[in-house]
């Protein structure tokens, strides 16, 4: 029972690099996330993915870009990679029901350092 | 529009004593509340929710929440502290309704002393 998987787990990137981390979620989730997280700052989301064929911009998308694939799978592309990306990278799925957000279903996240 | 704050960075404790992690939110519409625990080079993972039924939440590892709408809090507790619940542990607030975006609190990071 996988759950939310996300490769690479680590990755070092010179400024100007492009890259693609992957995310992949076996529970037949509609909703898909992708967060950063920062010291002291929390988790920001970066972009997300209400269902199949769409998403939306979060709090934080500039320099980045996403596609939905198919349901399972959730990608997060930098096209050219910046200083200030160097973070530690979260996708996450989870359902959506009449009570609003259902619980968050995290993968152990992704740390990317861009040099 | 929302927010959460919480209002301890770090929170050091002994081992057996109580435990509070303190958490204000900020919200235009009827909240949902989670408390999500996140262990070192980990995901996070809910430790409990409130949708709007019992004010009192219970979740896993015998933590709890009380949800407090005339003070705006939802404040996290534990009677009695164990070395395992070292980690760091995010409020978060959603809308119940329409565009369910999360907002997460800075994180408060809890140290358990033998």
């Known amino acids: 029972n996988a759950g939310v998987t996300q490769t690479p787990k680590f990755q070092v990137l010179k400024t100007g690099q492009s890259m693609t981390l992957q995310c992949a979620q076996d529970?037949?989730?509609?909703?898909m996330y992708w967060y950063r997280q920062d010291p002291g700052m929390g988790l920001r989301l970066i972009y997300y993915?209400?269902?199949?064929?769409?998403?939306d911009k979060g709090e934080v998308p500039n320099g980045y870009n996403v596609s939905r694939l198919n349901k399972r799978e959730f990608s997060l592309r930098l096209e050219s990679a910046a200083p200030s990306q160097t973070s530690v990278y979260f996708c996450?799925?989870?359902?959506?029901?009449?009570?609003?957000?259902?619980?968050?279903?995290f993968g152990e996240g992704s740390r990317l350092t861009v040099l | 529009a929302q927010s959460v704050t919480q209002l301890d960075s770090h929170v050091s404790v002994s081992e057996g004593t109580p435990v509070l992690l303190r958490c204000n939110y900020s919200?235009?519409?009827?909240?949902?509340l989670f408390w999500y625990v996140q262990h070192p080079n980990k995901g996070l993972q809910l430790l409990l929710k409130?949708?709007?039924?019992?004010?009192l939440v219970k979740g896993i590892n015998g933590f709890e929440a009380e949800f407090k709408k005339s003070e705006t809090s939802f404040h996290l507790t534990k009677p009695s502290a164990h070395m395992s619940d070292a980690a760091e542990y995010f409020c978060?607030?959603?809308?119940?309704?329409?565009?369910?975006?999360?907002?997460f609190g800075s994180g408060t990071r809890l140290q358990v002393q033998p």
């Open positions: 409130y949708t709007s039924a019992a004010t």
């Open positions: 993915s209400a269902s199949e064929g769409t998403t």
């Open positions: 529970m037949n989730h509609n909703s």
């Open positions: 919200s235009s519409y009827s909240p949902s």
């Open positions: 996450a799925s989870s359902t959506q029901t009449g009570q609003g957000t259902g619980e968050l279903f």
């Open positions: 978060v607030v959603s809308r119940r309704t329409g565009r369910r975006a999360l907002t």
